[in-house]
T-cell receptor, first 111, second 112 residues
Framework: DAKTTQPNSMESNEEEPVHLPCNHS???????IHWYRQLPSQGPEYVIH???SNVNNRMASLAIAEDRKSSTLILHRATLRDAAVYYC????????????FGTGTLLAVQP | SAVISQKPSRDICQRGTSLTIQCQVD?????MFWYRQQPGQSLTLIAT?????????ESGFVIDKFPISRPNLTFSTLTVSNMSPEDSSIYLC?????????FGPGTRLTVL
């Protein structure tokens, strides 16, 4: 399984963009890069995923480095509800589909 | 998106007893997963449960301690056996559908 490195914590102000980095230098060519987040007292929820190209959805954008050794989750305008632990997880696009969680980044959003 | 429910939502148990946690999904899924989240920690995968076959356990987890049933494509149970205070955690089930995973709300277990 590919290892990931994320900052333990980050802080942002409400209404400002947030860039959450992730290093995954041992990622294989077939691993998708998934991002999940866990709001307080809830199960994790899917945020976004990608393979090589940058991806956008209603929640966030995902910027993937050309060498795929790192990626950045972008929240365009942070809200208080975005305060959560964000997990970057390489996922093998094969038969197992199991997510192995690292320690993640605890995002605090200040009003 | 899959909707997952778990029962019970929480429980307080005595050491040495066992608790069975139920996970129900609103659609048929091939793969179900059971995770444990100890206080202040990240999620740890316990096992993968596929219908019609034995569950596959991750390193550090054994069937005698965490037996799993998967009788059909919408339901699974995880039993925490012979509990000790170290088993106090949140237990979550999840399913893989449409390219990503959906998680249940979790079962908060406290062992005294």
């Amino acid at each position: 399984d590919a290892k990931t490195t994320q900052p333990n914590s980050m802080e942002s102000n409400e209404e400002e963009p947030v860039h959450l980095p992730c290093n995954h230098s041992t990622i294989s060519g077939t691993d998708y890069i998934h991002w999940y987040r866990q709001l307080p007292s809830q199960g994790p929820e899917y945020v976004i995923h990608g393979l090589t190209s940058n991806v956008n959805n209603r929640m966030a954008s995902l910027a993937i480095a050309e060498d795929r050794k790192s990626s950045t989750l972008i929240l365009h305008r942070a809200t208080l509800r975005d305060a959560a632990v964000y997990y970057c997880i390489p996922l093998y696009g094969g038969a197992t589909n199991k997510l192995i969680f690292g320690t993640g980044t605890l995002l605090a959003v200040q009003p | 998106s899959a909707v997952i429910s778990q029962k019970p939502s929480r429980d307080i148990c005595q050491r040495g007893t066992s608790l069975t946690i139920q996970c129900q999904v609103d659609s048929q899924v091939t793969m179900m997963f059971w995770y444990r989240q100890q206080p202040g920690q990240s999620l740890t995968l316990i096992a993968t449960a596929n219908q019609g076959s034995e569950a596959t356990y991750e390193s550090g987890f054994v069937i005698d301690k965490f037996p799993i049933s998967r009788p059909n494509l919408t339901f699974s149970t995880l039993t925490v056996s012979n509990m000790s205070p170290e088993d106090s955690s949140i237990y979550l089930c999840s399913v893989f559908q449409g390219g990503y995973q959906f998680f249940g709300p979790g079962t908060r277990l406290t062992v005294l």
